[in-house]
């Protein structure tokens, strides 16, 4: 590992010459191993050896710092330059609303090792060392949070290529190391995977000019512009507009602004150090007349292979799927996280315990997410068994004193804690390969074991912090924690079903003894449950729509019970005139407890009402991603007045997962699809809907529309995979491979 003698404004470019060793063939391979302390982009003799970007993206550092790897024999000549240029990223920049920053070491630097093998088999290699020259770039400032400036009359590809005199650079020196932390990707590369264009151009009531792409995106601007040297343009990001200006109050301190400072000659800027999240940005400082056609907004991702699509016969709930889909593109950019336009983009667990279903069904994230759960388990071996807020856990530096209500120490809290056990189950289910669970087990059975240690002497869970039912719309919105729902009823449920499930994966893996060492505590939370939150009628504790659902889906209930919740939720959501009622806890799993207990047509209701709050009141506000509030912006056209605000925001989009199951009728009957439970159940209007997932076993599809009281089913299951139709009315069916017809009468 190298550093640079010198900052040069935190992006400096670093390079080596070398000739190719003489007297052993022509080359046969080359391969570049590539990693950085920020973030690093490669060039050969000027040549990207790759279209990757963010590189090595975010792990926790401390213990693990990924490298790439890339083919690069075709960029290697009988004299070559490698040239590397270092950006802060996570590692160097910003993290967290607390304003610091570079919370993982003092200075960037960069490890690569060229491995050149010749048709003799002779291997040369050609690495970072202290013979190495370190100079300045053309970026003058950037950091993920705050934008980048980049200088046009300080662009000179000359230092990419031999021969290069290099006035004004400095050595390098190298960077105590431990080089066990290096770990290969598991994960995809961060990608530009699209091209937006300007829908319109919009002058604000202030004169500002604004540009609109149509779509609340994540990634840069990309800028042809010419004008005079020295002039400035500057670009401001964000997600809306506000009485008509760009609405940055969102972004609480994150500026997202970036400048480009012109050479006089014909420039294109690329900031790639880096990301906004923005469907608007304001420009400042063209020069003459603005052309829209100059500017093209590029948006960037985790790159992942869409497997899973849904359409149907209402339009804002086509638009709301939409919404689902590009705000978890835009939240996966190497993490999984909340958000990615404000001074947080943080790898919140809770987001994607919820989310995991949603997201394994609409992508294939089964190594996007595997990757992540490495850093899950690292961050919790060296926290003693606690499962952190947030994964890398950058928390442990911005707040040490972290504390609850009582002053202890922060620890492990439900949902959020449990993504440890949900998210491996839910790739396990999606995908069918126990490695995962393998992988993950002592994470899973750790992270329920060090619960055990915080039950109450009832048996329940009610004894330190919890976020709780996060968000419930009822709460104010400066206390996003006052739910309805009592944390004790939601922190028990939720440890049941991780316990239920390590117990579960145990029997998978052929472990009697942590088999019956976990179904003994799920079995005694099952019973604490009842015994301190459930009375003689049924009726659970605080007695609202998310503590109904969690007791439903989880199975906490006794079949009397169950019945008496169900009746109890279906008359809440009326109650609430089929408005969500739910925060981050119930609301994944709400509809699913009303089809459970046979109220499919109040889970209809509830996901196509348009009134705030519900899921696609935000389509009717214009929204193009999901919101992380219900009411992030009002029925005015103002911004909730909460400092915790974010319309890209993943986590309440969770209910796809039971529109892709219930409404669109996939679901595995077998982990990975192996066999297939297809079970449209209409409801809500709805005439025609079609639904696709392409398994690892080949594509299932089903399509199906309701015209004049007749519901027709016209399904495909692959070669080799049987399944069972099951439709309103009707008998279950058994299916196999090859295309299935079925036709049904429906009784009003």
Sequence with gaps: MIAPDSEFDGAPLLRTEFELEGGHGDVARATLLLTARGIVEAWLNGSPVSDDVLTPGWSSYEWRLRYAEYDVTGLIDERTVLGLALG???????????????????????????????????????????????GPSAVLANDLYDGETIDARLLDDAWKRPGFSADGWAGVHTVDFDTSTLAPYIGPHVKRWNELPVTEVITSPSGKTLLDF??????????????????????????????????????????????????????????????????????????????????TAVVIGSELTRIGSMTTSDPLLDQFHQNVVWGMRGNFVDVPTDCPQRDERLGWTGDIAAFAPTAAFLFDVDSFLSDWLVDLDLEQQHRDGIVGFVVPDVLKYIDRERSDDLGRPINSTAIWSDAAVWVPWTLYQAYGDEEVLRRQFGSMTAHVRH???????????????????????????DDPARAKADKGVVATASIYRSARIVADVADILGLADERAEFEEVANGLRQAFNDEYVDANGVVRSDCTTVYSLAIVFGLLSPEHEEFAGRRLAELAEQAGYRVSTGFAGTPFITDALTKTGH????????????????????????????????????????????????????LGAVADWMHRVVGGIAPLKPGYASVLVAPQPGGGLTDVETSLETRHGRVSVHWTVKDGRMTVDAELPDGVDGVLRLPGAEDRAIGGGHVNAAVELTV
């Design 600 to 651: 499919v047509d109040a889970a209809y209701r509830l996901l196509l009402e348009r009134e705030c709050p519900s899921w696609l009141y935000p389509v009717t506000m214009g929204a193009t991603t999901v919101w992380e509030r219900w009411d992030s912006m009002l029925p005015d056209g103002t911004i909730n007045p909460g400092q915790m605000t974010s319309f890209n925001h993943y986590a």
């Design 451 to 477: 619960v055990r240690g915080l039950l109450s002497p009832s048996g329940v869970w009610d004894d330190n912090f919890q976020f709780g039912d996060w968000l419930d719309p009822d709460a104010p919105p």
């Design 214 to 295: 149509g779509q609340n995106l994540v990634g840069w601007l990309r800028v042809h512009v010419q004008g005079p040297a020295g002039s400035e343009i500057t670009v401001r990001h964000a997600e809306v507009l506000e009485h008509g200006e760009l609405g940055t109050r969102p972004l609480r301190t994150a500026q997202a602004t970036d400048r480009f400072i012109l050479s006089g000659a014909e420039d294109e800027f690329e900031p790639t150090f880096t990301f906004h999240g923005f469907r608007y940005a304001e420009i400042s400082g063209w020069p003459g007349d603005f052309d829209p056609a100059a500017i």
């Design 88 to 134: 802060k990223g996570w590692f160097g920049g910003r993290l967290g609303w607390a304003g610091n920053g570079s919370f993982y070491g003092s200075e960037l630097g960069a490890f690569a090792q060229l491995e050149i093998e010749f048709t003799d088999g002779y291997r040369q290699i050609v690495a970072t060392d202290d013979r190495w020259t370190s």
